[in-house]
């Protein structure tokens, strides 16, 4: 006598198994896009809007010229008395002087604070600029941010401490100030 096979439905179960291993097979065979050709890519500091869903818009590079550029709003918001310039550096400004010159580099990439007076950041792990960082990292760079309140292992306050406060333009202009400076 011969056997009847019965057959099942499909069950929703099966359906996306079967789905799922279409996905990683797409995935896997897909392979790696690659690089992008540089003459599309978005300039250095640019900014734009996006979500988890994928939407956003595009994004705009900042103005870094003129009171935008970097070593201007260091002079402007943190190299200037009783902060971060040369006389005031040594007790006021953590030892930290931020003079734009030929010496800034050599005093912020790869150096840790020294924790000079009125500092609260002498144990912190980071160097001001992380060398060859990128994204440029470090605590000067974590300082400026507008989440520096959320950001782990922050020390000390934002800065700068004193208003005016930096705008959005300003943070990503002086980030890739820094940027230029860790990349030398």
């Known amino acids: 006598m011969p056997r009847t096979i019965r057959r099942r439905p499909l069950h929703w179960s099966a359906i996306a198994g079967a789905a799922g291993a279409l996905l990683a097979a797409t995935c896997v065979l897909s392979g790696c896009p690659g690089d992008l050709d540089p003459s599309i890519k978005m300039p250095s500091g640019g900014t734009g809007t996006g979500g988890s869903t994928g939407g956003g818009t595009g994004g705009t590079a900042a103005d870094c010229s003129g009171s935008n550029a970097g070593d201007q709003l260091l002079t402007g918001f943190c190299a200037k008395s009783g902060c971060h310039d040369t006389s005031s550096a040594p007790l006021l400004g953590a030892g930290l002087d931020l003079t734009p010159n030929s010496g800034l580099a050599s005093r912020l990439v790869g150096v840790k604070s020294a924790g000079k007076g009125a500092s609260m950041c ?8 992380i060398a060859n960082s990128n994204p440029v990292a470090g605590l000067a760079v974590s300082k400026i941010q ?36 860790a990349n030398q």
């Open 122 to 129: 002498g144990s912190y792990p980071d160097p001001y600029i």
């Open 146 to 181: 507008t989440n520096w309140s959320t950001a782990p292992n922050t020390c000390g306050v934002e800065m700068p401490e004193i208003a005016p406060l930096l705008d959005a333009t300003g943070i990503q202009c002086l980030t890739n100030y820094f940027s230029m400076l």
